[in-house]
């Protein structure tokens, strides 16, 4: 007997997902990502907005070893070695052992193609970086590649683990790691909303041609307990 198609299991609503609101919003995110791009290099000579000179004066003044201790900690999170690799074959081998193929596939893609536009627009607006860096970084300022990669990974879990407390963690996290790039001195204000914009963008994209298989191999995994669940039931 042949194993039942994801998409099978999905609802209605969810099959028709891709003719709704997530490819319009999706689209809108991105056309104000790089909106906001072609607004921060074009006008004025590419002098930083009035928004990005009276945040980053405030992040200067209040500059303290615990929140440098922090910041430092986001940038090791959010991009190199582990930010690019580590995190995301981490996530992609727990998604397997949950039986989630379709859910890896999708998160992947995701980051990869997220990673990709955010290079893609660093070259196109050749952006700038503040002078006042804690840490070294390529050129190319906007978008901030740590932040679109925290909002790919946030709204691309949220999608997957339905649950409030994700989407408050993936929001805090994201949060986190636009405060933290800002005070480093590694970006402006402004290129930490891009990277939102563009990493929340791909993720809505990207999910609503697979929404309906990746909400029935959700309920199909359910039914279905991976080893992985199965130890953790057993376990004392």
């Given at each position: 007997?042949?194993e039942?198609?994801?998409?099978?299991?999905?609802?209605?609503?969810?099959?028709?997902?891709?003719?709704?609101w997530?490819?319009?919003?999706?689209v809108?995110?991105?056309?104000?990502?790089?909106?906001?791009?072609?607004?921060?290099v074009?006008?004025?000579?590419?002098?930083?907005?009035?928004?990005?000179?009276?945040?980053?004066d405030?992040?200067?003044e209040?500059?303290?070893?615990?929140?440098?201790?922090?910041?430092?900690?986001m940038?090791?999170?959010?991009?190199?070695?582990?930010?690019?690799?580590?995190?995301?074959?981490?996530?992609?081998?727990?998604?397997?052992?949950?039986?989630?193929?379709?859910?890896a596939?999708?998160?992947?893609?995701?980051t990869?193609?997220?990673?990709?536009?955010?290079q893609?627009?660093?070259?196109?607006?050749?952006?700038?970086?503040?002078?006042?860096?804690?840490v070294?970084?390529?050129?190319?300022?906007?978008p901030?590649?740590?932040?679109?990669?925290?909002a790919?990974?946030?709204?691309?879990?949220?999608?997957?683990?339905?649950?409030?407390?994700?989407?408050?963690?993936?929001a805090?996290?994201?949060?986190?790691?636009?405060?933290?790039?800002?005070?480093?001195?590694?970006?402006?204000?402004?290129?930490?909303?891009?990277?939102?914009?563009?990493?929340?963008a791909?993720?809505?994209?990207?999910?609503?041609?697979?929404?309906?298989?990746l909400?029935?191999?959700?309920?199909?995994?359910?039914?279905?307990?991976?080893?992985?669940?199965?130890?953790?039931k057993?376990?004392?």
């Open positions: 007997m042949s039942r198609a994801p998409e099978t299991a999905a609802t209605p609503a969810t099959r028709r997902i891709a003719r709704r997530p490819l319009v919003s999706g809108a995110a991105l056309l104000l990502a790089v909106s906001l791009g072609a607004l921060v074009l006008r004025d000579n590419g002098r930083p907005l009035r928004i990005d000179t009276e945040w980053m405030e992040i200067i209040h500059r303290a070893p615990i929140w440098e201790y922090l910041s430092l900690t940038n090791f999170l959010g991009a190199g070695l582990v930010g690019v690799l580590v995190i995301p074959v981490v996530l992609v081998v727990v998604l397997l052992l949950l039986r989630r193929p379709w859910a596939g999708y998160y992947l893609a995701a990869i193609v997220s990673s990709g536009l955010v893609l627009l660093k070259t196109l607006f050749g952006r700038a970086r503040p002078e006042d860096m804690l070294t970084s390529d050129f190319g300022s906007f901030s590649g740590h932040v679109a990669n925290a790919t990974m946030a709204v691309c879990l949220g999608i997957l683990f339905p649950r409030v407390w994700v989407w408050l963690a993936g805090l996290y994201t949060l986190v790691m636009m405060v933290s790039r800002t005070y480093l001195g590694a970006h402006w204000l402004t290129d930490t909303i891009g990277g939102v914009l563009l990493g929340a791909v993720a809505v994209l990207l999910w609503a041609p697979v929404a309906a298989k909400e029935g191999e959700r309920e199909l995994a359910a039914q279905h307990p991976s080893p992985l669940r199965i130890r953790r057993s376990s004392p």
